[in-house]
């Protein structure tokens, strides 16, 4: 039986409970009939022109190693043809990896000597598509052969949501709070868990993890700086990935700026229009400032990249494109060259808190699938670029 909502003469705090109860419920009966039957998410395999991309092969070589016998049969073949499941994905690359001369060629994370890579998407501009654009991020690096951790500093747990985790179902494990708290924080191995992705684990979050904020506000003990909290439980895990995805929250509060000391690399997702263009000038004008009162405080900052990424490209807006064009104008290559295509591919898959790489083509309109992979695909790609340089490979 539905409960009647509350009157208006009810107390706030009643009525606000209330409200977040029915909604978590509601929430809690479409997210299990979205994945049923068990509540895990899984991911879909991969047809064989998709696993030759994936590892920058033919099919002509795909089917060449096969026969030679270098790597196994994937375990589904329906009518004579093959579908990989990631984790086989993976493990072909290995064995490639073991295989070639190029090294690198397949397994193409960092080497000896090469930092990793800490990305961070940050804008105080609610809903400018940072934790969609992390999560396909994340999913085409872990998809290229990279070991991907993603850390949630939102307490919203959006990315966290989309990792297949739902903090609105009975989520009580460790989560970022826990390793970055003052008092007696768990070693931050504790709280990293795996992802159905291989090649991709998480650092979830709730809404405790807003902790932060207030312990943060209180803290005055000059030993534990509050900035130096993220960078120190990265720095516990460093080897154990090649790049490291921080999604933030729409503030430029304690765990933003926390993470921006820990970033080597930053992205702004910007969606654009003119009140989210003046809104990220003033977010990037107090994040100058509080990258100043960090840099003061002793700990250097230095950005391997600092760019603009523009989301919800919308190719036939002419505003938005006078927008774009006029950023690029101003601020030239801080502008990425690839956008986020504004696409309802995209939406429709992040309702089911999927990215695009985990929808099936057929299921979609063919056009509009692929414009929207294209663009991801891009977007990913210049990353994948701009990591490689900051390797100096390039
Ligand atoms: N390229 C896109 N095409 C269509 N819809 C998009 C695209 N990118 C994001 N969206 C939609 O915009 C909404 C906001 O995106 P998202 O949650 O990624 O933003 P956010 O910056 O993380 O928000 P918040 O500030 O609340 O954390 C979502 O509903 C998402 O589905
Ligand atoms: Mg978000």
């Known amino acids: 039986?539905?409960?009647?909502?509350?009157?208006?003469?009810?107390?706030?705090?009643?009525?606000?409970?209330?409200?977040?109860?029915?909604?978590?419920?509601a929430i809690r009966e479409h997210l299990l009939s979205a994945f049923a039957p068990d509540n895990t998410k899984s991911l879909r395999p991969f047809s064989a022109p998709e696993a030759a991309e994936l590892l920058g092969v033919s099919g002509q070589f795909m089917r060449k190693v096969h026969g030679e016998g270098t790597i196994p049969e994937p375990k589904d073949v329906r009518?004579?043809?093959?579908?990989?499941?990631?984790?086989?994905?993976?493990?072909?690359?290995?064995?490639?990896?073991?295989?070639s001369r190029t090294k690198g060629r397949y397994v193409p994370g960092r080497k000896?000597?090469?930092?990793?890579?800490?990305?961070?998407?940050?804008?105080?501009?609610g809903g400018s598509s940072k934790s969609t654009s992390t999560i396909h991020l994340a999913h085409y690096l872990a998809l290229h052969g990279y070991r991907v951790l993603v850390v949630d500093l939102d307490p919203q747990g959006s990315l966290t949501s989309m990792c297949g985790?739902?903090?609105?179902?009975?989520?009580?494990?460790?989560?970022?709070?826990?390793a970055i708290r003052y008092d007696d924080p768990v070693p931050f191995s504790d709280v990293i868990m795996p992802?159905?992705?291989?090649?991709?684990?998480?650092?979830?979050?709730?809404?405790?993890?807003?902790?932060?904020?207030?312990?943060?506000?209180?803290?005055?003990n000059p030993d534990q700086p509050f900035f130096l909290r993220i960078r120190n439980a990265l720095a516990q895990v460093e080897d154990q990935y090649d790049i490291v995805l921080m999604d933030s929250p729409p503030q430029l509060g304690f765990l933003t700026i926390?993470?921006?000391?820990?970033?080597?690399?930053?992205?702004?997702?910007?969606?654009?229009?003119?009140?989210?263009?003046?809104?990220?000038?003033?977010?990037?004008?107090?994040?100058?400032?509080?990258?100043?009162?960090?840099?003061?405080?002793?700990?250097?900052?230095q950005y391997d990249h600092f760019k603009f990424l523009i989301t919800r490209d919308e190719p036939t807006d002419v505003p938005s494109q006078q927008l774009t064009s006029f950023m690029r104008a101003l601020f030239m290559d801080r502008v990425m060259a690839a956008t986020a295509l504004k696409s309802t591919a995209i939406s429709d898959a992040t309702m089911l808190k999927q990215s695009i790489y985990?929808?099936?083509?057929?299921?979609?309109?063919?056009?509009?699938?692929?414009?929207?992979?294209?663009?991801?695909?891009?977007?990913?790609?210049?990353?994948?670029?701009?990591?490689h340089q900051a390797w100096g490979r390039s």
């Open 1 to 25: 039986m539905i409960p009647a909502t509350p009157s208006i003469t009810d107390r706030p705090s009643e009525l606000a409970t209330d409200i977040s109860e029915r909604l978590n419920r």
């Open 165 to 178: 985790i739902n903090p609105e179902i009975e989520f009580d494990g460790l989560t970022v709070y826990d």
């Open 112 to 125: 000896e000597g090469e930092r990793l890579q800490v990305w961070q998407l940050m804008n105080f501009k």
């Open 258 to 301: 926390s993470g921006m000391a820990a970033a080597t690399s930053l992205i702004v997702p910007l969606t654009p229009s003119m009140l989210d263009v003046s809104s990220t000038a003033q977010f990037l004008e107090l994040a100058g400032a509080y990258m100043g009162v960090i840099e003061d405080a002793g700990a250097a900052l």
């Open 79 to 99: 009518a004579g043809r093959r579908y990989y499941s990631a984790h086989e994905l993976w493990e072909a690359r290995q064995i490639l990896e073991k295989a």
């Open 358 to 387: 985990e929808v099936v083509r057929s299921e979609m309109t063919r056009a509009t699938y692929d414009r929207a992979k294209q663009s991801m695909d891009a977007v990913g790609s210049e990353v994948e670029a701009m990591i």
């Open 195 to 220: 992802t159905y992705f291989p090649g991709l684990s998480l650092a979830p979050s709730r809404l405790l993890l807003s902790e932060f904020e207030t312990e943060s506000a209180v803290n005055s």
